[in-house]
């Protein structure tokens, strides 16, 4: 698996993180994951779930890069986050889905 510094690094070869003392950098970035996600909303929408993994991929690997320029260890967060889920009632909340 691609590790974030590796997601990071290829970002900034190709000029995507030159704006990072922008403002609006984490803003448009995490807007970027969102767009992500939507695409994959609509290849699923259109029946073609082979896209779908491309899109995941794009969050993934923008998630990564996020993760990498504000200094967060994206892997040990997650790993507290499963833990914390594990934990959970079924269907906590009383959600849906």
Same mark, same amino acid.
């Given at each position: 698996? #691609? /590790?974030?510094?590796?997601?990071h690094? #290829?970002? #900034?070869?190709h000029?995507? /993180?030159?704006?990072?003392?922008?403002?609006?950098y #984490? *803003? /448009?970035?995490?807007?970027l994951?969102?767009?992500?996600?939507?695409?994959?909303?609509?290849w699923?929408r259109? %029946?073609?779930s082979?896209?779908?993994g491309?899109?995941?991929?794009?969050?993934m690997?923008? /998630?990564?890069?996020?993760a990498?320029?504000l200094?967060?260890?994206?892997?040990?967060?997650?790993?507290a986050k499963?833990?914390?889920?594990? %934990?959970? *009632?079924?269907?906590?909340?009383?959600?849906?889905y």
């Amino acid at each position: 698996m #691609v /590790t974030q510094q590796e997601a990071h690094d #290829v970002e #900034v070869a190709h000029g995507l /993180t030159e704006l990072k003392n922008n403002p609006l950098y #984490v *803003p /448009t970035k995490l807007a970027l994951i969102m767009s992500e996600a939507a695409e994959a909303l609509e290849w699923h929408r259109q %029946g073609k779930s082979e896209e779908i993994g491309h899109e995941l991929a794009d969050i993934m690997l923008r /998630t990564m890069n996020l993760a990498e320029d504000l200094g967060i260890d994206l892997n040990a967060c997650i790993e507290a986050k499963h833990k914390i889920n594990m %934990g959970r *009632p079924f269907k906590h909340g009383n959600k849906l889905y």
